[in-house]
T-cell receptor
Framework: KAGVTQTPRYLIKTRGQQVTLSCSPI?????VSWYQQTPGQGLQFLFE???????NKGNFPGRFSGRQFSNSRSEMNVSTLELGDSALYLC?????????????FGSGTRLTVV | AQSVSQHNHHVILSEAASLELGCNYS??????LFWYVQYPGQHLQLLLK??????LVKGIKGFEAEFIKSKFSFNLRKPSVQWSDTAEYFC?????????????FGKGTKLSVIP
């Protein structure tokens, strides 16, 4: 079966710009969660979406936002980019809410802010 | 807020050596526990998980982990490592009682296996 698809794989943006990242979950998976991975902070939870609704949000500023569409695809947006936003952004999908239902992670989008 | 500690940042072992990676979490409620692995250039994959029942859980590729509730620990073990086990290993906790469904990860342990 096709895995979780994240696009683009790599992005370079300038400080102050905004960026949109996309995540297509496995067919039939209704839950999508986003994580930020950096060398200093490790993996940190950003948000969780289920049935087009944000169910949970991590400790990130309001510049980080997201949404989920009726086909379960999700996007996250970061506005007014800062150098510290450089990271690998991962999304994970599952049939129902929670890692217990079997998260499948995508390969991530590597964002570099210059 | 819950937190997860992985004791070792980088572990170097020779092939056939035994492996134990430590993981402790701080949260007093009901938790689900996970170990994930990230091979070089690949996405995060689930190694094993614990929800309830037998505290010794077996995962893929010969890995196992033991949940010790009194110590808030969930250590990963493998009796004999192979070069192909070279990867980064992440312990993660999900607070199953709060309905928040977010994973809290440890900082990861890089394992290098020398042939």
């Amino acid at each position: 079966k096709a895995g979780v698809t994240q696009t683009p794989r790599y992005l370079i943006k300038t400080r102050g710009q905004q960026v949109t990242l996309s995540c297509s979950p496995i067919s039939g998976h209704r839950s999508v969660s986003w994580y930020q991975q950096t060398p200093g902070q490790g993996l940190q939870f950003l948000f969780e979406y289920f049935s087009e609704t944000q169910r949970n949000k991590g400790n990130f500023p309001g510049r980080f936002s997201g949404r989920q569409f009726s086909n379960s695809r999700s996007e996250m947006n970061v506005s007014t980019l800062e150098l510290g936003d450089s990271a690998l952004y991962l999304c994970a999908s599952s049939r129902q809410r929670g890692a217990g239902h079997g998260y499948t992670f995508g390969s991530g989008t590597r964002l570099t802010v210059v | 807020a819950q937190s997860v500690s992985q004791h070792n940042h980088h572990v170097i072992l020779s092939e056939a050596a035994s492996l134990e990676l430590g993981c402790n979490y701080s949260y007093g409620g009901t938790v689900n526990l996970f170990w994930y692995v990230q091979y070089p250039g690949q996405h995060l994959q689930l190694l094993l998980k614990y929800f309830s029942g037998d505290p010794l859980v077996k995962g893929i590729k010969g890995f196992e982990a033991e949940f010790i509730k009194s110590k808030f620990s969930f250590n990963l073990r493998k009796p004999s490592v192979q070069w192909s086990d070279t990867a980064e290993y992440f312990c993660a906790v999900e607070n199953s009682g709060a309905g928040s469904y977010q994973l809290t990860f440890g900082k990861g342990t890089k394992l290098s296996v020398i042939p």
